[in-house]
């Protein structure tokens, strides 16, 4: 079976995956979160083949999520409206990983509210009651981008 | 350089990308948020190779996303407490890709609260002055699994 092109299916969370769905595309966006800007320093904070980096950043900058400047005689990467939109995925993602996949050692790094010291926590989704929000509570309507297979799977409207 | 073996980094984030970070992974968590519990149906919903599914259902099952349990002659795939608790991160991610990675036909599917009716959102992490949190809003310093680099690098403390 030829590899799916990510990019042609409607889905936009299967687009996203096209673009971040890879093992070092979140560790480059969280670099670029936590400030790295050069070519080098990614390469150093990641301990990544300098290949690998330029291929991650070169997607990241051909989707928009990073801008190539000029800066001095070199370059340096920036977030974008679009990247740094992603932000709060990275919070949710970095929530979710520190309280399920760290190890005894615990989290390594801490996001504080640089106003107040506070620990930066994303709000979970809750549903209409203020309970945390569960697979089970919600209702799957297609969208206009969805398929046939998908409307078919799904007959409900979102008035229906 | 020989593939970096993300488990064995301390930081939860790229221990995560070892479980979720490859193109299907988060597709396959999608499926079982949207109620599919079944390799045939997965195989089908998605349009993935089956020996491209299996392991990423087994990688799953690994690390306790999700469980494999006998049901009726065959078996189900269900969300664990853990991959329930990627829920929250699949809607962030799922509004920024509706937001920023779809075509012109706009979103596939559309997920209600079940009791109202109105579309869920993630709400957005807010600074202490109630502004959408960005980079620029965090101040960054080592946790207790912090490497020596990142403490060279983020020499401040929770209290400092």
Redesign the interface.
């Known amino acids: 079976?030829p590899r799916?092109d990510?990019a042609r299916i409607?889905?936009?969370?299967?687009?996203?995956?096209?673009?971040l769905?890879?093992?070092?595309?979140?560790?480059v966006m969280?670099e670029?979160?936590?400030?790295t800007t050069r070519f080098d320093d990614f390469a150093r904070?990641l301990?990544?083949?300098t290949n690998i980096l330029s291929a991650r950043l070169a997607k990241l900058v051909e989707h928009d999520l990073l801008e190539r400047v000029p800066e001095g005689a070199r370059h340096a990467y920036r977030?974008t409206e679009?990247g740094?939109?992603?932000?709060?995925?990275?919070?949710?993602?970095?929530?979710?990983?520190?309280?399920?996949?760290?190890?005894p050692?615990?989290?390594?790094?801490?996001?504080?509210?640089?106003?107040?010291?506070?620990?930066?926590?994303?709000?979970?989704?809750?549903?209409?009651?203020g309970r945390?929000?569960?697979?089970?509570?919600?209702?799957?309507?297609?969208?206009?981008?969805?398929?046939e297979?998908?409307r078919r799977?799904?007959p409900g409207t979102?008035h229906g």
């Open positions: 079976m799916t990510f409607r889905c936009p969370v299967a687009r996203a995956m096209e673009v769905g890879e093992r070092w595309s979140i560790l969280r670029a979160f936590y400030g904070h301990g990544i083949a977030l679009k740094g939109a992603f932000f709060p995925v990275f919070l949710a993602l970095k929530g979710w990983s520190d309280r399920w996949m760290a190890g050692e615990g989290q390594a790094m801490c996001l504080l509210d640089a106003g107040t010291g506070e620990e930066v926590v994303c709000p979970p989704p809750l549903d209409s009651a945390p929000l569960t697979p089970e509570g919600i209702r799957l309507v297609p969208g206009p981008a969805a398929s297979a998908m799977r799904f979102a």
